[in-house]
């Protein structure tokens, strides 16, 4: 495995003397301060940061206010906290501006390794970072044992370090993000919560495939179902990494309940994401947006004023059990057939392997045979009849039945993101579900499900 930013200090402390011996009456005051080879902070930041944990004993690690390189405005976090799945999350949304907003904070669930000030007797306490997190996560789940220890973890927002090149959480590194984040909910949950946790892990794997399939984006969803088994087959180094947690840890687990952000939050923050993406902001290069300021002397905070971003999750739901609804009533014969077929549709066959030999089949029975490969759309298939518990043709009706449902959702954040109405998104969520289901007709009584194509020229197995 390559060494990480961790495996470096490490090697790094051990050329450092032995602690000095504290003088009467006085703490021992040795101190590590971390930095990044993309980082630059400014000159008065190891000053401001010694004063702030001079004034806070129990202050074992102290963090900086993150900007970007190019733009000193462009905030990219101030302090750093988790999902209750684990999730490394920003306490800032995706496109904020410093205007003195969050210099009031201090506590924090963790900090950003880039300008992190460590107690020197706490890193040799804790054994430094984890060596299996090389990348993103180590800073996380170093002060997330400091916190277990008994320690404060704090952010001093007066301290600036500059980043040129800022892994912006799971946007730059969505397999190592997704790797240290199911890593993480496995090492630091209860034991008996751990199967499951590994469990799930996979199947979210898995659903993340889908929808990248569905996002017409296969590597990223290959990428997560990969990370994410990676993530659950470290148990040598999961049961290394909680016996170190067991030995350190003072305090319960729920001392950092309070400090993990809620789903609300993390919600808000996913849509600031999505929302910074479809205006054409450059997440990761933002010298390109350089020329937007205004030149005389004005921020130009004006321009870069949000709208509300309402939550619209029950409006969701709404629409979402509408059109469900709709789908059960207007395509009652599917609801318990075996299987859907009729027309163009065939039925699968009746196991999983028999689908994944026809995906991988290197020959073609028709006629003589002759050498070929299978549909890749049966790789699909096999998905389809793994989720359905080994039988392919009960979940196609299902599916089908979920297909106005899921178009309506779809419409619904779609136009959502374009109109910015609740009313407006309704109205398309409903046209859009009843346009990509329209033609589709419930089975005659007793039969299988039959979803005839109304444009000419159809034929079976086209």
């Not at 996002?215 to 994410?228: C, H, I, N, R, V």
């Not at 709404?318 to 009729?342: D, H, N, R, W, Y």
């Not at 779609?414 to 609740?422: E, Q, S, T, V």
Request: aromatic content about 8%; glycine content about 12%.
């Amino acid at each position: 495995m390559r060494a990480g930013f961790g495996a470096a200090v490490l090697a790094g402390t051990r050329q450092i003397p032995p602690q000095r011996a504290a003088s009467a009456g006085t703490e021992n005051q040795d101190w590590l301060w971390l930095l990044h080879d993309d980082s630059a902070p400014e000159p008065t930041a190891l000053e401001e940061l010694l004063h702030a944990v001079e004034r806070a004993p129990s202050v074992t690690v102290a963090g900086a206010k993150q900007v970007a390189w190019h733009d000193r405005k462009k905030l990219e976090n101030v302090g750093l906290s988790i999902s209750r799945w684990a999730e490394r999350l920003p306490l800032i949304d995706a496109d904020e501006l410093d205007q003195g907003q969050h210099d009031s904070r201090s506590d924090v669930f963790a900090v950003s390794s880039a300008g992190m000030l460590v107690q020197r007797t706490a890193w040799d306490e804790l054994g430094g970072f984890d060596p299996v997190l090389p990348g993103v996560g180590g800073d996380v789940d170093f002060c997330w044992r400091n916190r277990l220890a008994g320690h404060r973890v704090v952010v001093v927002p007066a301290v600036v370090v500059r980043h040129a090149d800022f892994p912006s959480d799971a946007a730059a590194t969505p397999r190592a993000a997704r790797r240290a984040e199911v890593y993480l909910r496995l090492k630091h949950s209860i034991f008996w919560k751990v199967p499951f946790l590994a469990a799930g892990a996979v199947i979210g794997g898995i659903a993340r495939l889908l929808f990248g399939l569905l996002a017409k984006d296969p590597g990223y969803g290959a990428g997560q179902l990969l990370a994410s088994c990676a993530g659950v087959a470290r148990p040598l180094d999961l049961v290394r990494g909680r016996r170190s947690i067991a030995q350190t840890r003072t305090m319960s687990r729920s001392v950092v309940r309070a400090l993990r952000t809620s789903r609300r939050e993390v919600w808000s923050h996913r849509r600031s994401v999505l929302h910074a993406l479809s205006t054409g902001a450059e997440l990761r290069h933002p010298a390109a947006h350089a020329g937007n300021i205004s030149p005389g002397g004005s921020d130009g905070f004006a321009g870069q004023i949000d709208s509300r971003r309402p939550w619209v999750g029950f409006g969701a739901v709404a629409c979402f059990g509408i059109l469900l609804a709709a789908s059960l009533v207007g395509l009652s014969g599917l609801v318990g057939a075996p299987a859907l077929a009729g027309g163009a549709i065939l039925p699968l066959p009746q196991s999983p392997a028999e689908l994944w030999a026809s995906a991988s089949a290197w020959w073609i029975p028709l006629g003589a045979g002759f050498a070929g490969h299978g549909s890749a759309f049966s790789y699909v298939l096999w998905l389809l009849s793994v989720l359905g518990f080994g039988d392919g043709n009960a979940a196609v009706p299902a599916l089908v039945l979920l297909a106005m449902p899921l178009a309506g959702l779809a419409a619904w954040f779609g136009a959502g993101a374009l109109l910015g109405r609740r009313a407006c998104a309704a109205r398309g969520d409903r046209q859009w579900a009843a346009r990509r289901t329209r033609g589709t007709r419930p089975p005659a009584a007793g039969g299988a499900g039959n979803v005839p194509c109304r444009r000419g020229g159809c034929r079976a197995g086209r």
